[in-house]
Every structure is written in C-alpha cells, then in structure tokens.
C-alpha cells in the first residue's frame, strides 16, 4: 500500500483552451460560485462543480510557443514569469481560495490520487502545465509567453547554487522554525489549503511558502544531489514501451529528487503547487517525456496502477478524459497540438 484512496470533494473550474487556434476567455468568478450546502470544513472550500470545456480537436492555426531553459530567458523574460505569477497570486479565486494562483494548487491537490503512480501521471502534468501558460499569456497580454523549463541535471551536484534561486529570482532555503520563504520574488507568500497526506487525515496547510532544503553531506543550506545529465540520457534510453519508462520518470531520482530535496511545500504530495518552482521542476519533466515520445512512440500509452497492495495493468485508453480538464490523453500526446515546443 503506498498511500490511502482518499479524495477531496474539491473541484476547480479553468474555462480556459489549451488547444491552439481556439479562444480562451477568462471566466468571470460568477459562473463558478459554489452551490453545493457545506457540510464539512472541507466542504466549505468547494466551488462549483462546473467543469472546463475544451475540444480536443487538431489544432487549427497557431505558431508554437518555445519553451526555454531557466538560464536561456533574458532578464526581462525572466521577470515576466514572476510579474505573471504574483498576478494571478493576487487573483481572485474562481472557487474559495486565496487567489487564482491557488486555484492551481487546488486543482492539483484534488486529483493527487487520480494522477500519481497511474500512466495519467505524464499526460494529466503536461495539460496542467499548459493550462497555467495559457493563464500566464493572458495575464501579461502576450499570447507568446512560454513556460520555462529548469535542466536540474545542470545543477545535479550542487543544486542549491542554481541561478534560479538568486535572492532576486525564486529565492533561496526557508528560514526559522516554520521554514518560511522570506527573500525572491514570492517572499512572504501564504496559501491556505485544505489537503492530504496519503494515510493520513486531512490537513489544512494555512501559513507561509516553506522549503526546507535537504542537505548533503549535512551542510546547512545545501540540496541533496540531483541527477546528472549521463542519468537522464539513460532514464530517455531506459525502455521503448510508454508503460515502462513512465514508472521509471515518476520513480526516478529526477523527479522525487526535485520534490523531497526542496522539501517545504514542495515535499508535500498534494500542495507541493504552492512553490511555483513546482512548474519549472515538471517542465523539465516533459521535456524529458517528449524526447522519450519522439524518440521512441509518440502515440504509446498504456501502464500500471501502482497505487494499492500490488502494481496491476491500469485500464487506459487515449480517450480517458483527464479531470478537470476535459480533454482526452489522446489530445495531448504531441506538444504542437498545445501549441509550445521546447527551444
Ligand atoms: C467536454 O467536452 C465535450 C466536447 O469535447 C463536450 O461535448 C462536453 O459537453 C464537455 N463536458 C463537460 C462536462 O463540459
Ligand atoms: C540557449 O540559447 C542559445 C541561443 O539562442 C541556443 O543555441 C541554445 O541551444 C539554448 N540552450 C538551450 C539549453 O536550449
Ligand atoms: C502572510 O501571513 C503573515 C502572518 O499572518 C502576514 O504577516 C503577511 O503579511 C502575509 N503575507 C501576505 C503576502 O499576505
Ligand atoms: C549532522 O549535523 C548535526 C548537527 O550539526 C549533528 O548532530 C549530526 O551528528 C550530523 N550528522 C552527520 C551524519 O554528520
Ligand atoms: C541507448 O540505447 C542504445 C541501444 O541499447 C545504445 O546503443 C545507446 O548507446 C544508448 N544511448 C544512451 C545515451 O545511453
Ligand atoms: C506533432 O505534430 C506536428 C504537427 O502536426 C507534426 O509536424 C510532428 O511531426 C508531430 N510530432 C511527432 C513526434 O509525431
Ligand atoms: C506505438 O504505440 C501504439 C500504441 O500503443 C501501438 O499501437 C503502435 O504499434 C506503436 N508503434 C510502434 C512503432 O511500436
Ligand atoms: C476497461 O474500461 C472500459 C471503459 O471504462 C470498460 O468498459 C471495461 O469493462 C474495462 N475493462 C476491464 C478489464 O476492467
Ligand atoms: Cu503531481
């Protein structure tokens, strides 16, 4: 048993598209107001059961965007990530949450159990990765916005000096008993969330953005090891079937690494969107499955369902829809339907 079958009754509602070609209107709160009675403190959380609409049609006409590598931006680019972030952190809500940037968080803490140790895993983060750009485009007013990756095989031997934490980008470790992010860009940031922790009951995390960094070889500030670039180019070779290589990037020392090395909220399974580095962590991830993808079978996908007593062959098709976006797996095998590439 790797973790207990519990859910939140939350559900978020992203009206936006995802699919090229095709218009993304932002919601207005009003259509998305809670209606179900509250009963349970977490209950009282829910919004709407409204669920977005998206087509999973081929793309019509669209010029990709190119996702670039973390060190790759320009300042400005740079800053247009954090402009466009700590915009929608002071966003309103479209459910009860503190912000529109929270709504994400919610989103991922409501399908935890649905899209980890299941062949969903890749395919669910890649449409939830594009849903945030798509907000981020609409933010900043500029349709060519793309989500940046962060290459942590880079960093792998020393990852807390990646540029990425400079005092004036993310920031660095968490400081104090509470282990509160207090410099960068998302300095002093809250959420309060209801979430789990599988095995355990439901949890409310109210309070700052932590990271409590994971040391190597006991040194205060530091970040266990990543894996190196040798490790990823094997982890890409490591089989030819999608069902395979899944479980090995979920597994892999690439992404638990990211995860539990960062630690805070990024050590959390359900709330671990509270740190926006979440998104350059699983940015690179797809990038590493689209290589996969175009070296091997972009249309493969098949798996395990690795969440009880004993791994079993998952029940899948490219035509599961993924909750809550409305949009087959089948939709986004190829990056260029989403309309991003990576540089
Ligand atoms: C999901 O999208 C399909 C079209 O692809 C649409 O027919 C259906 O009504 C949508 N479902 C919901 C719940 O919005
Ligand atoms: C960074 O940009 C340069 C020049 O635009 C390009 O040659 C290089 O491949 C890019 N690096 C990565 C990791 O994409
Ligand atoms: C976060 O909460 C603390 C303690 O309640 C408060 O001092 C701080 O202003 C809050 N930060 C933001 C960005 O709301
Ligand atoms: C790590 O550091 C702590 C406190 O400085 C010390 O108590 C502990 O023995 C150290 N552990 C190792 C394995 O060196
Ligand atoms: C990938 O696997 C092939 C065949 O087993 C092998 O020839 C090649 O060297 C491997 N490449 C890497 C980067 O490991
Ligand atoms: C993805 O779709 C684009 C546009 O249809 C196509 O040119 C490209 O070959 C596809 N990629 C793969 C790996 O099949
Ligand atoms: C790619 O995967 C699909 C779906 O599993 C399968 O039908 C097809 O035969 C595979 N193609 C190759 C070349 O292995
Ligand atoms: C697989 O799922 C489909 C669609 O939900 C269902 O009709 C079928 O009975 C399932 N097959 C098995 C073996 O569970
Ligand atoms: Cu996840």
Same mark, same amino acid.
């Given at each position: 048993?790797?973790?207990? +079958?519990?859910? @939140?009754?939350?559900?978020?509602?992203?009206?936006?598209?995802?699919?090229?070609?095709?218009?993304?209107?932002?919601?207005? *709160?009003?259509?998305?107001?809670?209606?179900?009675?509250?009963?349970?403190?977490?209950? #009282?959380?829910?919004?709407? #059961?409204?669920?977005?609409?998206?087509?999973?049609?081929?793309?019509?006409?669209?010029?990709?965007?190119?996702?670039?590598?973390?060190?790759? /931006?320009?300042e400005k680019e740079q800053q247009d990530f954090?402009? *466009?972030?700590?915009?929608?952190?002071?966003?309103?809500?479209?459910?009860? =949450?503190?912000?529109?940037?929270?709504?994400?968080?919610?989103?991922?803490?409501?399908?935890?159990?649905?899209?980890?140790?299941?062949?969903?895993?890749?395919?669910?983060?890649?449409?939830?990765?594009?849903?945030?750009?798509?907000?981020?485009?609409?933010?900043?007013?500029?349709?060519?916005?793309?989500?940046?990756?962060?290459?942590?095989?880079?960093?792998?031997?020393?990852?807390?000096?990646?540029?990425?934490?400079?005092?004036?980008? @993310?920031?660095?470790?968490?400081?104090?008993?509470?282990?509160?992010?207090?410099?960068?860009?998302?300095?002093?940031?809250?959420?309060?969330?209801?979430?789990?922790?599988?095995?355990?009951?439901?949890?409310?995390?109210?309070?700052c953005l932590q990271r409590r960094f994971k040391?190597?070889?006991?040194?205060?500030?530091?970040?266990?090891?990543?894996?190196?670039?040798?490790?990823?180019?094997?982890?890409?070779?490591?089989?030819?079937? =999608? +069902?395979?290589?899944?479980?090995?990037?979920?597994?892999?020392?690439?992404?638990?690494?990211?995860?539990?090395?960062?630690?805070?909220?990024?050590?959390?399974?359900?709330? #671990?969107?509270?740190?926006?580095?979440?998104?350059?962590?699983?940015?690179?991830?797809?990038?590493?499955? @689209?290589?996969?993808?175009?070296?091997?079978?972009?249309?493969?996908? +098949?798996?395990?369902?690795?969440?009880?007593?004993?791994?079993?062959?998952?029940?899948?098709? /490219?035509?599961?829809?993924?909750?809550?976006?409305?949009?087959?797996?089948?939709?986004?095998?190829?990056?260029?339907?989403?309309?991003?590439?990576?540089?």
């Amino acid at each position: 048993m790797k973790f207990a +079958a519990l859910y @939140f009754l939350v559900t978020i509602s992203s009206t936006a598209s995802y699919l090229c070609g095709t218009k993304s209107p932002l919601p207005s *709160a009003t259509t998305n107001s809670a209606t179900t009675p509250a009963t349970t403190p977490i209950q #009282t959380a829910l919004p709407a #059961t409204t669920q977005p609409v998206t087509t999973p049609a081929k793309p019509e006409t669209c010029k990709p965007v190119v996702r670039k590598e973390w060190r790759n /931006l320009s300042e400005k680019e740079q800053q247009d990530f954090f402009t *466009a972030i700590n915009i929608l952190k002071k966003a309103p809500s479209l459910g009860n =949450y503190d912000s529109r940037y929270d709504d994400f968080v919610a989103i991922h803490s409501t399908q935890a159990d649905n899209i980890h140790f299941v062949p969903q895993f890749l395919p669910w983060h890649r449409i939830f990765l594009r849903s945030l750009e798509v907000e981020m485009q609409k933010v900043l007013n500029q349709p060519e916005y793309s989500l940046p990756y962060w290459n942590k095989a880079l960093d792998w031997d020393a990852p807390e000096k990646a540029p990425i934490w400079g005092p004036t980008k @993310f920031g660095g470790n968490g400081q104090g008993e509470n282990n509160c992010v207090l410099d960068g860009q998302f300095a002093n940031w809250n959420s309060s969330i209801w979430t789990f922790y599988p095995g355990m009951t439901n949890t409310k995390k109210d309070g700052c953005l932590q990271r409590r960094f994971k040391k190597r070889n006991n040194i205060t500030d530091t970040i266990f090891e990543f894996a190196p670039p040798e490790e990823i180019a094997a982890l890409v070779n490591s089989s030819n079937q =999608y +069902a395979e290589f899944s479980t090995n990037l979920e597994w892999h020392l690439t992404h638990y690494g990211a995860h539990g090395g960062i630690g805070g909220d990024m050590g959390h399974f359900a709330d #671990t969107v509270a740190d926006p580095i979440f998104f350059l962590h699983h940015n690179d991830l797809d990038k590493i499955w @689209f290589d996969w993808q175009v070296n091997n079978n972009i249309s493969d996908y +098949a798996g395990f369902d690795a969440r009880g007593e004993e791994n079993v062959v998952a029940n899948v098709t /490219l035509d599961d829809i993924m909750e809550p976006f409305n949009i087959s797996v089948g939709a986004v095998m190829n990056i260029t339907d989403l309309c991003y590439q990576f540089e």
